[in-house]
């Protein structure tokens, strides 16, 4: 099967240990008013909550309902994953008002990485599905391994309600990493070295391997990555992709300020129609420190600003957005989840 994650409980699985975070869920103190360790995403004209606390019978963790249709998101921080890895969570949605389609519902979900914080995926699939929900239950468990794919070095566990509106609690998750286990013996004979790789130049279908800095590319971009073009001061960047892709174009960092206008354009011309709830091209902000660190501390690298999910969607955005506390640099980028189109956006510090 494709996507972004084998999932699988094959017995011929690596044995492995090793706890790489416990989430208790139980206080506040995450990004976004999520629970600790945990980051509260609300896109634009959602109608969600989340908090942490008191879940009854017992139970303490984190509730997020969801009242209207919209793709909030509670997700972990991002935490070391590659190769394998284990997440357990227990859970229950004591809620929940589903579509008619056998996709909508709770989605409990993984989204692998790189180490840019781009998404590690097939064109079509930008998470692997663990669990989907659309009945009220009580407490259960969820369990998977998974196989990670190349590139990945970090991961998150998400819980989204698609097409869908209700409450889920999750009272605590792990995410633990692989130590496979070696066979005692004697070691194996040395190998002749591999021959050199042959380089080769990619298919014009193939998608990038992370984010293009677009500004600081100093040989024209290759044929597998959109054409773009960015003000190497960082007040301007424009992406076209005439067919669609997966990937990240971004400008130059810039100094940060408090505060950033940013005004565009965003011509969708062909989505994946098979996943409405995602498809299509994001702004993103991304902000660093004065050590290279990356804000808000603790959560994904990036902050959504704007969505165009739908061709029909005016394509003129104008949005204002708030640089996190100590920012020292910035810099935006359009993501495209299967999307085909056009950005030009250009941003201006009050």
Same mark, same amino acid.
């Given at each position: 099967?494709?996507?972004?994650?084998?999932?699988?409980?094959?017995?011929?699985?690596?044995?492995?240990?090793?706890?790489?975070?416990?989430?208790?869920?139980?206080?506040?103190?995450?990004?976004?008013?999520?629970?600790?360790?945990?980051?509260?995403?609300?896109? $634009?004209?959602? +109608?969600?909550?989340?908090?942490?606390?008191?879940?009854? +019978?017992?139970?303490?963790?984190?509730?997020?309902?969801?009242?209207?249709?919209?793709?909030?998101?509670?997700?972990?921080?991002?935490?070391?994953? *590659?190769?394998?890895?284990?997440?357990?969570?227990?859970?229950?949605?004591?809620?929940?008002?589903?579509?008619?389609?056998?996709?909508?519902?709770?989605?409990?979900?993984?989204?692998?990485?790189?180490?840019?914080?781009?998404?590690?995926?097939?064109?079509?699939?930008?998470?692997?599905?663990?669990?989907?929900?659309?009945?009220?239950? +009580?407490?259960?468990?969820?369990?998977?391994?998974?196989?990670?794919?190349?590139?990945?070095?970090?991961?998150?566990?998400?819980? !989204? %309600?698609?097409?869908?509106?209700?409450?889920?609690?999750? +009272?605590?998750?792990?995410?633990?990493?692989?130590?496979?286990?070696?066979?005692?013996?004697?070691?194996?004979?040395?190998?002749?070295? $591999?021959?050199?790789?042959?380089?080769?130049?990619?298919?014009?279908?193939?998608?990038?391997?992370?984010?293009?800095?677009?500004?600081?590319?100093?040989?024209?971009?290759?044929?597998?990555?959109?054409?773009?073009?960015?003000?190497?001061?960082? !007040?301007?960047?424009?992406?076209?992709?005439?067919?669609?892709?997966?990937?990240?174009?971004?400008?130059?960092?810039?100094?940060? !300020?408090?505060?950033?206008?940013?005004?565009?354009?965003?011509?969708?011309?062909?989505?994946?129609?098979?996943?409405?709830?995602?498809?299509?091209?994001?702004?993103?902000?991304?902000?660093?420190?004065? *050590?290279?660190?990356?804000?808000?501390?603790?959560?994904?690298?990036?902050? $959504?600003? %704007?969505?165009?999910?739908?061709?029909?969607?005016?394509?003129?955005?104008?949005?204002?957005?708030?640089?996190?506390?100590?920012?020292?640099?910035?810099?935006?980028?359009?993501?495209?989840?299967?999307?085909?189109?056009?950005?030009?956006?250009?941003?201006?510090?009050?």
């Amino acid at each position: 099967m494709t996507g972004i994650l084998l999932l699988t409980t094959a017995l011929a699985a690596p044995a492995f240990e090793g706890e790489i975070r416990t989430y208790e869920l139980d206080e506040p103190g995450g990004a976004g008013g999520a629970p600790q360790g945990m980051v509260f995403v609300l896109p $634009p004209d959602a +109608d969600a909550a989340v908090q942490a606390g008191d879940l009854g +019978d017992g139970a303490r963790g984190a509730r997020l309902a969801v009242r209207r249709h919209s793709d909030a998101l509670l997700c972990t921080t991002a935490v070391p994953m *590659g190769g394998v890895a284990m997440v357990k969570a227990r859970l229950r949605v004591p809620a929940v008002e589903a579509g008619a389609r056998p996709w909508t519902g709770m989605n409990v979900e993984v989204r692998a990485r790189d180490d840019s914080g781009t998404l590690v995926s097939a064109p079509d699939a930008p998470y692997a599905l663990l669990r989907n929900v659309r009945s009220p239950g +009580d407490w259960t468990d969820v369990t998977q391994r998974l196989f990670l794919p190349s590139g990945t070095t970090q991961g998150e566990l998400c819980f !989204r %309600f698609v097409l869908a509106t209700g409450v889920v609690e999750i +009272d605590r998750i792990q995410i633990v990493a692989p130590k496979p286990v070696t066979p005692a013996g004697p070691a194996p004979a040395p190998t002749a070295p $591999p021959a050199p790789a042959v380089l080769t130049t990619p298919a014009e279908t193939s998608p990038p391997a992370g984010a293009v800095d677009v500004a600081d590319v100093a040989a024209p971009i290759m044929p597998a990555t959109p054409s773009a073009d960015a003000d190497r001061r960082g !007040r301007q960047l424009a992406v076209s992709a005439p067919e669609a892709w997966s990937g990240a174009a971004c400008s130059a960092w810039f100094p940060s !300020r408090r505060n950033l206008r940013i005004e565009g354009d965003i011509s969708l011309t062909a989505l994946t129609a098979s996943a409405p709830d995602w498809s299509g091209i994001v702004i993103e902000a991304y902000h660093q420190d004065a *050590g290279g660190m990356a804000l808000p501390a603790g959560a994904p690298p990036f902050v $959504p600003v %704007f969505a165009a999910t739908a061709a029909a969607m005016d394509p003129h955005f104008v949005v204002r957005h708030r640089a996190p506390p100590r920012a020292a640099r910035s810099r935006l980028c359009a993501r495209y989840a299967s999307a085909a189109g056009s950005v030009t956006i250009h941003w201006a510090q009050p």
